[in-house]
Every structure is written in C-alpha cells, then in structure tokens.
C-alpha cells in the first residue's frame, strides 16, 4: 500500500472550520424546448462577433473588460 500525504488526523479541516450558509432559493432553470431556445439564443444570437480569439462561454471577457473600463478613466 502506497504513503499517504500527511497524517490522516487532519483530513476534513478546511472544510470543518468553513462557515455553514445556507442554501439560497433559486429560480428554476427551463426544461426542455425553453432550454435549447435558451442556448440558441446564448450561442448564435446574442453572440458578439469580434475579432481575435474566438472566446468560450466560460471565459471572463466581460470582466475582464469592466476593469479595463475601471482603469482607463482619467482622475
């Protein structure tokens, strides 16, 4: 049996001493035919076409753009 990294005593440390939040209520998301218009919508009609790198629907962009925004004004 292979070595274990660090002692077992201290697993579940971190997330012993988090804080508990509880659970939000949330919308529900659609299902369905409304979900697939959701994502069509998302994909190709909202899309924004630019130039450079085609960037994925994960991507920080939009954020990244607001603190270049932030940074630019003139004090």
Do not use: W
Not at 7 to 19: F, I, M, Y
Not at 41 to 65: I, L, Q
């Amino acid at each position: 049996m292979g070595k274990v990294h660090g002692s077992l005593a201290r697993a579940g440390k971190v997330r012993g001493q988090t804080p508990k939040v509880a659970k939000q209520d949330k919308k529900k998301k659609p299902r369905g035919r409304a979900h697939k218009r959701m994502q069509y919508n998302r994909r190709f009609v909202t899309a924004v076409v630019g130039f450079g790198k085609k960037r994925g629907p994960n991507s920080s962009e939009k954020a990244r753009r607001e603190n270049c925004k932030e940074e630019e004004k003139p004090i």
